[in-house]
């Protein structure tokens, strides 16, 4: 991983003599667990000693039964468990020079160091002055008698990483925070039930979050709940906004909305620094408007419940990055971050981040409201713009004359009328009339398109499932009757969100355009499927909620293995012949094996699983949990695998089988999808628009090169346009799959996570990235 180290080196030796202590410190974060969990069973993996420090910095100052060895076993379970079991504490003496020198004693003594730091900006920055300050320390001690010269010795340099877990999302250059997407998941669910209260009794909701100095949990939420306004730290309101929000309010009824939500963050300010608060609004609204207004604040509730499928898998990804960058480190190493951008897990330098983070808070107590929003990074800024095109109908004077229209494809998934509605209002902004086409091909190849407005989309954003109706039908059948109506209804452009049926049909399309002038028109492909099986994208909208079903399902199933114990669930997931699924929800549930399609596998394969389950039978975990691909093999069925489980595990364990089937299609879409679908709508809209204006020709429009029909996908870190040809030469047409897909370099962390003895490829190695980067003439 590290450029001084060979490739070749054997990563089950990497710890060997070496101890690795990891705390949780600061508030608490779901997931935490998660990365506490990783960080052992790797540590343990490497052949390196791993210690629990209980009660955070606490437990490092007290020492004694604090710092505790951790075994494999013990680590179990806890997975699905939101806060952290090792305990948390804000520790008084640890800040302190006295204190400090307690806990480097306590170090010594066990010859621990490498440490691993699980918290917020506060947390790590005190990690990072520990070890700024460890040669002091550890020469005080010398002098007062406390250790050897050759203890001393012995541990002369503390390496040190960091994860941050916090909900707030508030430590920049890391995309998400450990914590942050549980706790999105907690206001969500309370969002949608207070929107079902509030239209039963033409309501004003006021609903306060968490985040300290940081506005992203506001954002977001506003954002996927389609709120009427949002407060955040980060830009406050302009003066005379109480005229301005009444203004708002009072057209959006008008307008026949039932129900108005005002999102708060509880750092909310106004331009002159004075809070703004939940009470306050609620105040102006009732007292200028009259409207039954009721506020809710959410506290703790954002901490707590179980982590999300993406809290847990970020917090798994990041304990296995973490054990390697401090097995990896040098004296001359900076203390680091580990951190995901886009998907990719990348190592920070801790104080650099800590820079940027206390650059924000600068830049708000300044006034400097522009920049705050770009310091706080580039998906945050994203986010901010998105949400304030959206949320209110602000249509230009001119009209475009522009016809565009949606339409779902294949199976329906949840956050795909999320897509629908931001591309729908991203539409009426330009000036376009917006076409909704019925059921798929079908509908466009029967003329089932009606025209649909800024209203008819209201509160779409929640909504599983698709409102527009969807079809399996390819359009190669029907091109006669859909250039028809594409001439009939003067379609210029096409907006197809669907799974890997719509990438087929654009690609049929685009071949069509040969012999049918009609469709000469600008097109894009918006991937949304559970399978997450489209070339081009690394995500699918749908595939975050299929993923969080699974996870739960799988969790309770875990629960009753556990308490009737000896045993083995066999869980037969979706994805046609995409293992994403089955790998993905494998590593949030804590499955012993997931078998799939694109990892081949054998009757030794299978003997091999069944003896790892009889071996664990006899340590105190005594449960197992398999995860089968519905098409990961067309001999090895579900059943098959059910009846050898059963037959070898005879006296042993017994078996079950679950088949989770269509419910991972439904459901409220998770917070992901509906901010992906948001995101994903607009940006389509922009995009074709751009597009209408190079294929403009002659008073007509003429669209026939590659790039004029894409798949608008997220890869890596960016969301880009690939054209449907070029994808091609990457798709496996009979099994529906892209050739080359991302999630497989992390299936041997689950592998490891689940005690098999299996090499971890150490060669891809995430650098030390930074995150500084030269100011533009709004810095300082």
């Known amino acids: 991983m590290s450029k001084t180290q060979p490739p070749t080196t054997d990563p089950t ?31 343990l993996y490497t052949g390196a000693k791993v210690y ?20 494999w076993e013990s680590v179990s379970m806890m997975l699905q468990l939101g806060g952290t079991v090792i305990g948390s504490a804000r520790s008084k003496d640890f800040r302190t020079r006295e204190g400090r020198m307690k806990a480097a004693g ?18 790590l920055t005190g990690a990072n002055e520990f070890r700024t300050e460890w040669s002091g320390l550890l020469a005080d001690l010398v002098k007062a008698g406390k250790i050897t010269n050759e203890e001393a010795k012995k541990s002369s340099h503390l390496n040190i990483v960091g994860m941050v877990g916090s909900i707030d999302n508030d430590f920049c250059g890391t995309d ?19 929107t079902t209260t509030a239209q039963s009794h033409q309501r004003t909701f006021i609903l306060e979050v968490m985040g300290r100095h940081c506005g992203y949990l506001a954002l977001v939420t506003a954002q996927a709940c389609g709120a009427d306004w949002v407060f955040i730290p980060e830009m406050p309101p302009d003066e005379g906004w109480e005229d301005h929000l009444c203004r708002r309010l009072a057209n959006q009824r008008a307008r026949g909305s039932r129900l108005n939500v005002i999102i708060v963050a509880e750092g909310a ?46 917090g798994s990804r990041m304990g296995v990055e973490a054990v390697m960058a401090l097995l990896e480190a040098t004296p001359d190493t900076p203390a680091c971050v580990v951190s995901l951008s886009g998907n990719l897990a990348v190592r920070l330098p801790l104080m650099e981040c800590v820079q940027v983070t206390k650059d924000v808070t600068a830049a708000m107590s300044q006034g400097r409201f522009d920049e705050a929003i770009k310091l706080r990074g580039k998906s945050f800024e994203n986010n901010w713009n998105t949400y304030k095109l959206l949320a209110h109908i602000n249509p230009p004077d001119v009209k475009s004359n522009i016809n565009v229209a949606l ?24 000036g376009h009339n917006m076409l909704a086409v019925h059921d798929g091909f079908d509908g466009l190849a029967e003329g089932q398109i009606e025209p649909i407005t800024w209203t008819s989309v209201s509160g779409w954003t929640g909504k599983g499932g698709s409102m527009l109706g969807t079809k399996r039908t390819l359009p190669g059948k029907l091109l006669e009757e859909i250039s028809q109506n594409i001439a009939k209804f003067n379609i210029h452009a096409l907006v197809i969100i669907g799974g890997f049926e719509a990438y087929v049909g654009g690609l049929e399309l685009v071949q069509a355009r040969e012999k049918y002038e009609e469709i000469c028109i600008p097109i894009v492909v918006i991937p949304a499927t559970v399978s997450n099986n489209v070339p081009g994208s690394d995500f699918s909208i749908g595939a975050d909620t299929a993923l969080n079903t699974i996870t739960s399902t799988c969790d309770r199933i875990k629960q009753s293995a556990a308490g009737t114990k000896r045993r083995v669930f066999i869980v037969e997931t979706m994805g046609g012949y995409c293992g994403y699924l089955a790998t993905m929800a494998g590593l949030a549930a804590g499955a012993d094996a997931a078998y799939i399609f694109e990892e081949k596998f054998g009757i030794r394969d299978l003997e091999t699983n069944v003896e790892h389950l009889v071996e664990k039978m006899k340590t105190t975990v005594k449960r197992g949990l398999i995860l089968r691909n519905e098409s990961c093999n067309s001999n090895y069925t579900t059943d098959f695998i059910f009846n050898l489980y059963s037959e070898e ?46 294929c403009y020709r002659h008073g007509r429009i003429f669209a026939n090169t590659p790039d004029s029909a894409c798949v608008l996908g997220m890869k890596k870190r960016a969301l880009t346009f690939q054209p449907l040809a070029d994808l091609k030469s990457d798709t496996d047409f009979e099994h529906r799959i892209p050739k080359s897909q991302w999630w497989l370099k992390i299936r041997p962390i689950m592998k490891i996570l689940a005690k098999y003895d299996i090499k971890l490829d150490t060669s891809e190695h995430a650098d030390i990235e930074h995150v500084i980067k030269k100011r533009g003439p709004l810095g300082k």
Not at 16 to 38: E, K, P
Not at 176 to 181: E, V
Not at 407 to 430: D, K, Y
Not at 662 to 672: A, E, L, S
């Open 52 to 71: 629990f420090v209980h009660e955070g910095y606490q437990g490092l100052v007290d020492g004694a039964d604090n710092i505790r060895l951790a075994t």
């Open 269 to 314: 300010m106004s331009r002159a620094g004075q809070p703004i608060t939940s009470e306050q609004i609620k105040k102006l609204v009732t007292d200028r408007l009259g409207f039954d207004t009721r506020t809710t604040v959410l506290g703790h509730v954002q901490r707590g419940g179980t982590p999300s499928a993406f809290d847990r898998i970020l």
């Open 649 to 694: 595990g005879k006296g042993i364990f017994d078996c079950r089988k679950n088949v989770l089937g269509h419910m991972q299609q439904g459901g409220t879409p998770t917070p992901f999808d509906r901010n992906f679908g948001t995101k994903m709508g607009a940006k389509s809209v922009l995009w074709l628009t751009e597009k209408l204006k190079e």
């Open 176 to 194: 998400m925070t450990i914590g942050t997407d549980s706790a999105l998941h907690r206001i969500i669910e309370v969002v949608d039930a207070i």
């Open 407 to 430: 339409l779902n494809i294949g199976a329906p998934c949840a956050g795909m009328n999320a897509a629908v509605r931001s591309a729908v209002r991203m539409g009426i902004i330009q």
């Open 13 to 43: 030796k990497m710890g060997l003599g070496r101890s690795i202590a990891v705390l949780t410190s600061g508030g608490d974060a779901q997931g935490m667990n998660a990365a506490v969990r990783a960080t052992v069973r790797v540590g």
């Open 106 to 123: 306590n170090l010594v003594k066990l010859g621990i160091t490498n440490l691993c730091v699980i918290g917020g900006d506060g947390s």
